[in-house]
């Protein structure tokens, strides 16, 4: 079966090299050689037949998929005499200057800089625009700036979709989220000259569902670019943080580099009240943990692109991610069992490495291949107080994962201006988990050993149109068919995707989209294993554990590209989640992943800036009805639905030009929300920052507080038929940190594409 699968991805890889097609593309520039955005350029026929309309993106770019010749464009933009350019050949047209028109004046024209572009299903956002006046310090700082990014629970998520993937350059990869977040942590702010959101990614991006596209700058001269910092950051312990990048290019090779080095500490805990319901008896039982963490992260990212002719190009990108130390130290006390801590230690260096290779010609084929490295050995030392039940033991844990990715993409033009898309993916992924127990102890912990052995295929193959009617209606239609296979688990699953856009005026703006995905659990959340947390908590794995099916829909409007207004709808078929649990059968807390009969969302959001001289503000509105079902809850069933409410409202103002002094104020608000039978807490915070940029722009000194009142973790209650429990979460949330950054050489960019890794379903 492996052998037929490779043999029809590569006969396929062979056979669709030959289908390239020319296009009639160029830029559009101004008098003084400034890229001209979103001017209309219609292109007819010889004798003035209409055949398309297209708009220029940020760089001036714009590209119609046709080789009619002679032709006729016509340049048109509210600030600058229209111009008609006649044609016989296609190469003629590389480069338009425009000419402003007399009655427009400067202010104006500077003015017209715009923060956000919508092309092609995208809302693309020019980020040194988007956080010209924020306290930012890396590219995760970035995304929390993009409007209706929220950050839960340490990931990020995008209002109206239902999970949120990141890609660096528009490349599929097999990086994990939890370690693609680690990079992007570390990553500098600069490093990123634009961010493209998408509520329905088209397929050729090999992600599901929403995603961010961060598009990296690119050195557009010989010169060297760089960026260096350094960040001292300061919750209940400090924490150290150095980073360094270069970018550099000529005619013919393109290589950026990036570092960073963190060390720190952190603690966490909870205070746990349970009313336990055992053989007809209630167990009050109070619950004390404390968690101290020590770490040390490595991240590594190297690139290289070579330009092999005009339109074609090789890509190389080498990531890299090493954990020597992570240490941390669980102490538990109760007023009904014993004292007990517990140790978690790596054995060896937690590593992961990355590799890909992407081969793209003329924007229409791309060929790559992806590989991810994992391993992970951990060891744990468990012992209580008890005199009666003393329990002593030590655990051996090991995850070792090997990722492999290969991926085609290609487009063709067809006739009356129809696009077609087509592609496919193969991915293989080898999991080795192990878990052994040596009990200290007369206990015999044997049963509790784990050695699982898990292998996954899926195999993706798409086809989709799209098509523009006129200069203001386009719309884009993909299917993709997914065979996945996990042991003996297989399944064949259908997922459509559909992006429209109408351009009323550009002020008037209207998308659509509809998109489905696929979420897959950890690979270590389906194992049948057992870990300690403390002489009542416990977490299961789980082997009957399934993917979900989630269907989003996304109605936008956009009003002078400013003001958004989204109606959305989020539908989970057999969603998971992990939650505690109250044993019947014995005096445990049991924390598992399982599976719900369905959950939903029907919102609007709402997001409204307002811009008044120094001082700039952005209100976000986001209010959903969430309800959600599941018979089989272990050994109990619940059905809830609740309406809540998210409110951010973000600031920035100019304190003084000279010196350049910045400074932000950011508010944050959720009501009360659901977690299964369970229900969290309100939550709020508030963030606090001043920037001092020197005179030439190059030193930057940030001191920023967040969640100044470590208020942004909430407590669980839960109180459902025989649950009943209260958990308050001490927060280590509040931080004040202090970062001065350095940047040297000529930054002159140039938009540039490249890779993304997935590596969500790793570790634990």
């Not at 969430?626 to 309406?643: A, P």
């Amino acid at each position: 079966m492996r052998k037929k699968i490779l043999l029809f991805i590569f006969s396929i890889i062979i056979f669709s090299i030959p289908l390239q097609s020319q296009e009639i593309k160029g830029i559009i520039i101004d008098e003084k050689n400034n890229p001209v955005e979103y001017a209309t350029v219609i292109l007819q026929t010889h004798d003035s037949v209409f055949v398309a309309a297209v708009y220029t993106d940020t760089m001036g770019s714009f590209r119609f998929k046709s080789t009619i010749t002679p032709f006729r464009l016509i340049i048109q933009h509210v600030l600058y005499e229209t111009k008609i350019i006649e044609s016989i050949n296609i190469d003629d047209v590389k480069t338009i200057m425009m000419t402003t028109k007399e009655n427009i004046l400067k202010e104006v024209v500077i003015k017209s800089e715009n923060m956000l572009e919508v092309s092609n299903g995208k809302l693309i956002y020019n980020v040194p625009i988007l956080i010209k006046n924020k306290i930012v310090n890396n590219a995760y700082d970035v995304m929390l700036e993009l409007p209706g990014i929220w950050e839960d629970n340490g990931f990020l998520s995008l209002i109206g979709a239902n999970s949120l993937s990141v890609i660096i350059n528009g490349k599929p990869s097999t990086m994990s989220k939890n370690q693609l977040i680690e990079l992007l942590k570390n990553m500098p702010s600069e490093n990123i000259e634009k961010a493209e959101i998408m509520y329905s990614t088209p397929p050729q991006y090999h992600v599901k569902g929403a995603s961010i596209n961060l598009i990296i700058k690119r050195n557009y001269s010989d010169d060297i670019y760089g960026h260096a910092s350094i960040e001292y950051d300061q919750k209940y312990y400090d924490n150290y943080k150095t980073s360094f990048s270069l970018l550099f290019n000529n005619s013919k090779i393109y290589t950026d580099f990036f570092g960073s080095v963190n060390n720190g500490k952190a603690r966490t805990g909870f205070e746990l009240t349970s009313q336990h319901l055992l053989d007809n008896q209630i167990y009050n039982l109070i619950i004390s943990n404390r968690r101290k963490g020590e770490f040390q992260t490595y991240n590594a990212r190297i690139g290289l692109d070579y330009n092999i002719a005009e339109n074609s190009r090789l890509s190389f990108i080498y990531t890299s991610q090493i954990i020597p130390r992570s240490d941390t130290r669980d102490t538990s006390t109760s007023n009904y069992f014993s004292n007990s801590i517990n140790k978690n230690t790596y054995l060896k260096p937690e590593q992961m490495h990355n590799i890909h290779l992407d081969y793209s010609k003329n924007d229409r084929l791309n060929i790559g291949i992806d590989y991810t490295y994992f391993i992970d050995n951990s060891n744990q030392i468990y012992g209580n107080l008890s005199e009666i039940e003393p329990i002593n033991f030590q655990a051996k844990a090991t995850q070792k994962i090997n990722r492999f990715k290969i991926y085609l993409d290609n487009s063709k033009e067809l006739i009356k201006n129809w696009s077609l898309n087509y592609g496919l993916e193969f991915s293989y992924a080898k999991d080795n988990n192990s878990q052994h127990y040596d009990s200290k102890t007369n206990d015999n912990l044997d049963e509790l050993n784990v050695n699982a052995k898990q292998n996954e295929y899926t195999c993706d193959i798409y086809s989709g149109f799209s098509k523009s009617f006129s200069s203001k209606l386009s719309i884009s239609i993909d299917l993709t068919g997914e065979y996945y296979q996990l042991n003996s688990y297989k399944k064949w699953t259908l997922f459509p995707t559909i992006s429209s856009s109408f351009v009323y005026s550009p002020i008037h703006i209207f998308r659509l989209n509809l998109s489905s995905e696929k979420i897959y659990p950890a690979y270590w959340e389906m194992n049948n294993f057992v870990t300690f947390l403390n002489d009542y908590a416990e977490i299961y794995g789980n082997p009957e554990l399934q993917p979900y099916q989630s269907y989003s829909t996304q109605l936008s409007y956009i009003l002078k590209k400013m003001y958004i207004f989204t109606i959305y709808n989020i539908y989970n078929d057999n969603y998971f989640v992990q939650l505690p649990y109250q044993s019947p059968d014995q005096l445990k807390l049991i924390y598992q992943t399982t599976n719900f009969d369905y959950a939903n969302r029907i919102g609007i959001n709402i997001l409204t800036p307002f811009t008044k001289g120094i001082f700039s503000s952005r209100l976000t509105t986001n209010v959903f009805f969430y309800r959600t079902k599941n018979l089989y809850f272990h050994d109990i069933s619940f059905e809830k639905n609740k309406c809540i409410l998210y409110l951010q409202l973000n600031n920035a103002f100019t304190i003084s030009n000279k010196p350049n002094i910045k400074a932000e104020i950011n508010m944050f608000y959720a009501s009360k929300n659901l977690q299964g039978p369970g229900e969290l807490s309100s939550i709020y915070k508030i963030d606090m920052g001043i920037k001092l940029i020197s005179s030439k722009g190059k030193l930057e000194l940030n001191l920023k507080g967040n969640d100044l009142f470590n208020s942004w973790v909430p407590d669980l209650t839960m109180k459902y038929s025989n649950q009943d429990l209260f958990m308050h979460t001490i927060p280590d949330s509040r931080m004040i940190s202090l970062s001065l950054n350095y940047k040297f050489g000529n930054d002159r960019n140039k938009e540039k594409k490249r890779e993304n890794i997935d590596t969500s379903r790793f570790g634990k």
